[in-house]
């Protein structure tokens, strides 16, 4: 599984603004997060600024886990559904579980990829996005 979130790390505490009315200002950075499913075992993180993206920091996260450890498949958000990160998956030999961007239009391009994902697209048009919140 991979995705990130957000981590408050300067700037006045919550409850100080609300009481105090301290500084707008905060500083956010993103901490990226590979896991392996069964086992809940962290195999890669990075930590950005909170202006990187998800997608851009995949093959970082790829990277930290062994080239010769197979990854069966990955578990992702629609952060991650893009053609960069459908083609680094498969070049690590994983099936990539991604559910497809609110606005994501089919792929005209004839891989294993894009066919598994517009698959996931026409799926997710007619039984609905709930099928991902599983």
């Not at 100080?16 to 301290?22: D, E, I, P, S």
């Amino acid at each position: 599984m991979i995705d990130s979130t957000g981590i408050k790390v300067e700037g006045e505490g919550e409850w100080h603004a609300r009481k105090h009315g301290g500084l707008k200002r905060r500083v956010w950075s993103k901490i990226h997060l590979g896991i392996d499913e069964e086992t809940l075992e962290i195999r890669a993180v990075e930590i950005t600024g909170s202006h990187i993206g998800d997608a851009p920091v995949l093959p970082d996260l790829l990277s930290q886990i062994p080239a010769d450890e197979e990854i069966g498949s990955v578990t992702a958000d629609g952060a991650y559904d893009t053609r960069k990160c459908h083609d680094a998956f498969a070049d690590r030999g994983a099936h990539a579980v991604i559910a497809p961007c609110k606005n994501a239009k089919p792929w005209k391009m004839i891989t294993a990829e894009a066919v598994a994902r517009n698959e996931a697209l026409r799926a997710s048009k007619n039984l609905g996005r709930a099928i991902w919140r599983r």
